[in-house]
């Protein structure tokens, strides 16, 4: 059974950073692609960052681009999400999850990844 459990939130002043990690057990982390979505009170959870099975390749949605950096160990069976240059705005829940064989046009849709993290809870504020 895959799970999944994220840590490394917290509070951080803006302009900081955090770096969130996602380790994954019950399975061979290479055989998944990952991504890190996001819930901000009040709003729906949001697609930020995946990285894909076998090929390692990155995305990012807009607003992360050039902050966030997704990374995998598969070695350590850990996903990693360093998020610089944090805005208040990027205060939210965050969540890992994993699924395997996604096409690129699939990375974003939360309901194609059938296993999820519990959440770290992300706080950017003075």
């Known amino acids: 059974q895959v799970q999944l459990v994220e840590s490394g939130g917290g509070l951080v002043q803006p302009g900081g950073s955090l770096r969130l990690s996602c380790v994954l057990s019950?399975?061979?982390?290479?055989?998944?692609?990952v991504a890190w979505f996001r819930q901000a009170p009040g709003k729906e959870r949001e697609y930020i960052a995946a990285t894909r099975e076998f090929t390692n390749a990155r995305y990012y949605t807009d607003s992360v681009k050039g902050r966030f950096t997704i990374s995998r160990d598969n070695a350590k069976n850990t996903v990693d999400l360093q998020m610089n240059s944090l805005k208040s705005e990027d205060t939210a829940v965050y969540y890992c999850a994993a699924a395997r064989s996604l096409i690129v046009s699939s990375l974003s849709q939360e309901d194609k990844y059938p296993h999820w993290g519990q959440g770290t809870q992300v706080t950017v504020s003075s």
């Open positions: 019950g399975s061979t982390l290479s055989r998944y692609t």
